[in-house]
């Protein structure tokens, strides 16, 4: 585990036995004589971790200690006092202290007790995060293979290939696991690939956090992900984590990453190569241990042709990659998860058994499901909500009426265009003028995404 520590200690030789110890062990120290120089040392060092001497020249340990936790309350201080000063210890742990060591200090110990606070804060602060809405609060009961529910042969050799892929980081024997790239349309289970990636593999022990990169103002992604130092910015009043540090030992995953502006991207990139990071406002670079697994309903490789995405970073994401199939590719699999959705969503809602007609299953296997098989859960959890009998019949379905034409079909054309992506500008402005501008009724028609068709608006520059 990578961190900094500031020792305030007096006595020379231990300082250095100790800044030399921890160095040896790959933490970065840096050392003060007086408790004055530790707290001036405090805001420019930006430690995640204290050793404090009680006896030191000019203001005592206990003091400096209270002045470190007002300027820095997350700050993890471990106080070293000599014999004897079994009542100091106690009032170090009153005032806020994460422990204390009795002199001579055993350097393996010293090490154990800052190792163990760091751990600690990072958790803390990651449970905070996440409560806050900052990552993933909760996971469902299934997290690995079992998740991906799916019978037709599309969703086989996707399991066969996810399968290969924990197989091989489990016998890898040197280097970092390479990162993945998940795509596919809205709603396809991004997620649950990503969770069964992980809770598969050897970093199932370690922390799986999320960020949707999309669900955040551009100026607080960065913040988010690689974490900020008090003063880093206006808000910034105490020092705060990222995701990428709260990630250490497990998988980051960033969905809609093709969300992310060039600059963060940027140090992506740099987090991939070289697993390294720096906090807005420190001026140090720390080293850290994650998977990073990306997600996408974007044509990225269209983006890196426009400049809207760096072309390093696609071909590192894309490394492997893995493409989900939308639901109306998934021969069968409709029926057999629609089944297991109002199974679940049955028994949630306490409504004993519940089950489709004949008819309202017709209509689920005939319906193009544009937005896959979250349509599919939202949809069979309405039909619960509402069910006053035992049996949920055809017209119970909320299903939109499609339009006469066929869905993906919104007019014939009447004369032959002169390439494809003529062909593609046409369909794309008929089915747009069929449904009033409207994007999201028009995606639908056309049996793509919301945000595929905005981008194709923008790339062949269409307008009412």
Same mark, same amino acid.
């Given at each position: ?22 160095e ?13 120089? @530790?707290?001036?040392l405090? #805001? ?14 000019g ?14 309350p ?33 350097? +393996?110990?010293?090490k ?17 995060h ?33 399968r ?25 289970? !991004? ?8 809770? &598969?593999g ?25 974490? +900020?130092?008090? @003063? ?14 709260a990630? +250490? ?5 960033? #969905?809609?990453?093709?969300?992310? &502006?060039?600059?963060?991207?940027? !140090? ?12 807005l ?18 044509p ?30 998934? #021969? ?34 005939? +319906? ?9 859960g939202?949809?069979?959890e ?5 069910a006053?009998?035992?049996?949920? &019949? ?13 869905? @993906? ?15 593609e ?40």
């Open positions: 585990m990578s961190y900094s520590v500031l020792i305030v200690e007096d006595e020379p030789v231990l300082a250095r036995n100790m800044l030399l110890y921890l040896r062990h790959g933490i970065a120290c840096q050392t003060a004589s007086s408790g004055e120089e @530790g707290l001036a405090l #805001d420019e060092a930006r430690p995640d971790a204290v050793v404090l001497d009680h006896n030191l020249p203001q005592d340990g206990l003091s400096v200690l209270r002045r470190m936790r007002e300027r820095e997350q700050l993890p201080v471990v106080m070293a006092t000599g014999h004897g000063s079994e009542q100091v210890a106690v009032e170090a742990m009153k005032a806020g202290a994460f422990d204390y060591l009795i002199k001579p200090v055993s350097l +393996h110990q010293l154990q007790v800052l190792d163990r606070a760091v751990q600690q804060q990072r958790q803390a602060l990651e449970l905070q996440l409560r806050t809405g900052g990552g993933t609060a909760g996971a469902p009961a299934t997290q690995g293979l079992a998740a991906l529910l799916g019978e037709s042969p599309a969703m086989r050799q996707l399991r066969t290939r996810l290969q892929l924990v197989e091989a980081e489990q016998r890898l024997s040197e280097g970092r696991s390479p990162a993945v790239l998940i795509g596919g349309e809205t709603g396809t289970g !991004k997620e649950l690939v990503a969770r069964a990636l992980h809770f &598969e050897p970093r199932r022990n370690g922390p799986f956090v999320e960020i949707n990169c999309a669900s955040l103002p551009a100026a607080l992604v960065e913040s988010e992900l690689f974490g +900020h130092e008090r @003063g880093a910015f206006t808000d910034a009043r105490e020092r705060r984590i990222g995701l990428v540090e990630a +250490h030992g497990g998988t980051l995953f960033l #969905d809609e990453v093709g969300e992310l &502006e060039l600059a963060t991207q940027a !140090k992506l990139l740099k987090l991939l190569e070289d697993h390294q990071f720096r906090r406002g420190s001026v140090r670079e720390q080293q850290v241990d994650v998977r990073v697994l990306a997600a996408t309903n974007r990225l490789e269209a983006m890196v042709q426009a400049g809207q995405f760096r072309g390093d970073l696609f071909y590192r994401l894309g490394m492997l990659r893995i493409e989900l199939p939308p639901l109306r590719e998934r #021969d069968g699999d409709v029926l057999l998860l629609a089944r297991s959705f109002l199974e679940r969503a049955a028994r949630r809602y306490g409504k004993g058994a519940l089950r489709f007609s004949d008819e309202a299953l017709e209509r689920l296997a005939q +319906h193009r499901w544009p937005g896959n098989v979250r349509e599919l939202n949809l069979v309405q039909c619960v909500i509402l006053s009998g035992a049996v949920i &019949e055809a017209e119970e379905l909320p299903l939109p009426v499609m339009p006469a034409a066929g869905p @993906g079909l919104p007019v014939v054309l009447e004369e032959q265009p002169a390439s494809l992506p003529e062909t500008r046409r369909l794309l402005l008929s089915a747009l003028e069929r449904n009033r501008w409207n994007v999201t009724q028009a995606a639908r028609a056309l049996g793509i995404s919301r945000d595929t068709l905005r981008y194709r608006i923008d790339k062949f520059g269409l307008r009412p």
